[in-house]
Nanobody, 127 residues
Framework: QVQLVESGGASVQAGGSLSLSCQAS???????MGWFRQLSGNSREALTF???????MYANKVKGRFTISKDDGKNTLYLQMNNLKPGDTGMYYC??????????????????????WGQGTQVTVSS
């Protein structure tokens, strides 16, 4: 069982930046990890994930603005968010898995099923 704890959520003005962290209780080495966003009442949407080999993949809506990274030495996943927009508001969740169970087959940004999830951290972007 892996526990994930997100942090770094805050309220910011549009155009601002935030950096989120996701601390894992176990090793992140060799695992795929992702960031998701959920607005109250809506389904959780995949934003980005990083492969076992450290390659970042992004949904079109965040490409060029968000950067995912992972420090296996610290067992921590990061999300740098720049040029934030009001539409980026939501609860941000991190997840860890093997990225072997495909949910949505899209060439540019496939979505995988993950094994463990964090509790989320709130990001609010005001105009």
């Amino acid at each position: 069982q892996v526990q994930l704890v997100e942090s770094g959520g805050a309220s910011v003005q549009a155009g601002g930046s935030l950096s989120l962290s996701c601390q894992a209780s176990g090793s992140t080495s060799g695992y795929c990890m992702g960031w998701f966003r959920q607005l109250s009442g809506n389904s959780r949407e995949a934003l980005t994930f990083i492969t076992k080999n450290g390659r970042g993949m992004y949904a079109n809506k965040v490409k060029g603005r968000f950067t995912i990274s992972k420090d296996d030495g610290k067992n921590t996943l990061y999300l740098q968010m720049n040029n934030l927009k009001p539409g980026d508001t939501g609860m941000y969740y991190c997840a860890i898995g093997t990225c072997t169970r495909l949910l949505i087959a899209a060439r540019d940004f496939p979505t995988y099923e993950y094994d463990y999830w964090g509790q989320g951290t709130q990001v609010t972007v005001s105009s």
